[in-house]
């Protein structure tokens, strides 16, 4: 079994959509992870939280400690959404488990 | 402040040679962190680096090395390149303990 599930593993969507990519995990963590990858492959930290939600532009992100786990929604989805995200859990230093990926698509 | 830079961006490289590839960190970062990823493995931690020295590797043959040098730029190394080892190569650099990673934009390597 991972330590980190996610889901779906792929989604698409229509331009406007409220989206949402769940994350769960098995281990003790003091933090977690949502990342962005574009095609082309650079990998941008959306979001680190260790409780409650977190809010950037029109993407959201929240935790659940105590039943393990995440989610990562996007409002008003744009074809810019357009990407893989993924969730990570840290194991020790910088070395994390890391989700499968969620690859999103946006149409227009 | 400069990303994390990454180089090269592509290379191609024969089973059986070896390769280098460096990552210079956002600077003031210590901690240089480096991972692959495939399409059939997604993203698995290679291994870290704080301040010149290991702190963490992941569970990857001894074919693959790295190091890291006083003004924290990094090279990882993979000798007697496989099939295999075709992929996306990522490093990430960090400040504080806990704080977010930041990623380059990766060395994809193709090995024929």
């Known amino acids: 079994k991972n330590e980190v599930e996610q889901s779906p593993q792929n989604l698409t969507a229509q331009e406007g959509e409220f989206i949402t990519i769940n994350c769960s995990y098995s281990?003790?963590?003091?933090?977690l992870h949502w990342l962005q990858q574009h095609p082309g492959g650079g990998i941008v930290s959306l979001f680190m939280?260790?409780?409650g939600k977190k809010k950037h532009g029109r993407l959201i992100a929240t935790i659940n400690i105590q039943e393990k786990h995440s989610s990562l929604h996007i409002t008003a989805s744009h074809p810019r959404d357009s990407a893989v995200y993924i969730c990570?859990?840290?194991?020790?230093?910088?070395?994390?488990?890391f989700g499968t990926g969620t690859s999103l698509t946006v149409i227009p | 402040k400069a990303g994390v830079t990454q180089t090269p961006r592509y290379l191609i490289k024969t089973r059986g040679q070896q390769v280098t590839l460096s990552c210079s960190p956002i600077?003031?970062?210590?901690?240089v962190s480096w991972y692959q990823q495939t399409p059939g493995q997604g993203l698995q931690f290679l291994f870290e680096?704080?301040?010149?020295?290991?702190?963490n590797k992941g569970n990857f043959p001894g074919r693959f090395s790295g190091r890291q040098f006083s003004n924290s730029r990094s090279e990882m190394n993979v000798s007697t390149l496989e099939l295999g080892d075709s992929a996306l190569y990522l490093c990430?650099?960090?400040?504080?303990?806990?704080?977010?990673?930041?990623f380059g934009n990766g060395t994809r390597l193709t090995v024929t």
């Open positions: 990430a650099s960090s400040g504080l303990e806990g704080s977010p990673l930041h």
């Open positions: 281990v003790g963590i003091s933090a």
């Open positions: 939280l260790s409780s």
């Open positions: 990570a859990v840290p194991r020790a230093g910088n070395q994390f488990y």
């Open positions: 600077s003031g970062h210590r901690s």
């Open positions: 680096y704080f301040s010149e020295t290991q702190r």
